[in-house]
């Protein structure tokens, strides 16, 4: 089957502590997504990357940390500059081609940090 | 900056009715995305809205978009209970080349009673 995941499903850590999340897509997809979303809110655009190699600040790159080593996998480092790291983050891939720029969700990672 | 306004927030109704969300943006787009988010899951893909007075129905959601007023509304009809849950519109961003972000809204919590 082809798609997202995401791991762990839920993650709790301590202040201070940085934490890496875990996006694996095999829809071989170009470029890659991280969002963020806080209760009642829309998804922010943390990160994202067109090509292996590559990547782009989003809205709120402020504390988070990527790479983009292999084509299949985008983990995100949420440090401990980040002041409110309490979230659901959402990896995304789309193929970005002409037309084709539909993004397909993983299944998302609660974070509780405490 | 691209702006993603929708309203209502919050959609009580009763089942058997009709409601429609709608969805403004600020600056031009094409590409218009409707996703449904369930309690504590990912986002579904809903409609894919690629040009000006596209419509598409599934089931009881139909989602149609107007380019030149810059909105995009998401109808239902004879709601049931089965389609409570936060439905988002996101617009998208060609920014270079074929590369795309999107911009969502804050979603439309949408309660069906009995």
């Known amino acids: 089957d082809g798609g997202i995941t995401q791991s762990p499903k839920y993650l709790f850590r301590k202040e201070g502590q940085n934490v890496t999340l875990s996006c694996e897509q095999n829809l071989n997809h170009d470029a890659m997504y991280w969002y963020r979303q806080d209760p009642g809110q829309g998804l922010r655009l943390i990160y994202y990357?067109?090509?292996?190699?590559?990547?782009q600040k989003g809205d709120i790159a402020e504390g988070y940390s990527v790479s983009r080593e292999k084509k299949e996998s985008f983990p995100l480092t949420v440090t401990s500059a980040q002041k409110n790291p309490t979230a659901f983050y959402l990896c995304a891939s789309s193929q970005n081609r002409q037309g084709t720029d539909e993004q397909y969700f993983g299944p998302g990672t609660r974070l509780t940090v405490t | 900056e691209l702006k993603v306004e929708q309203n209502p927030l919050f959609l009580s109704m009763q089942e058997g009715k009709n409601y429609t969300i709608y969805c403004n943006y600020s600056?031009?787009?094409?590409?218009l995305y409707w996703y449904r988010q369930d309690p504590g899951k990912s986002l579904e893909s809903l409609f894919v809205l690629l040009s000006n007075g596209a419509v598409k129905q599934e089931g009881r959601l139909m989602a149609s978009l107007d380019t030149k007023a810059r909105l995009s509304t998401l109808h239902i009809t004879a709601a049931v209970h089965d389609l409570s849950a936060t439905y988002f519109c996101a617009v998208s961003r060609k920014f270079w080349g074929s590369n795309y972000k999107l911009t969502f809204g804050k979603g439309t919590l949408l309660t069906v009673n009995p």
């Open positions: 990357s067109q090509i292996v190699n590559d990547f």
């Open positions: 600056t031009t787009s094409d590409r």
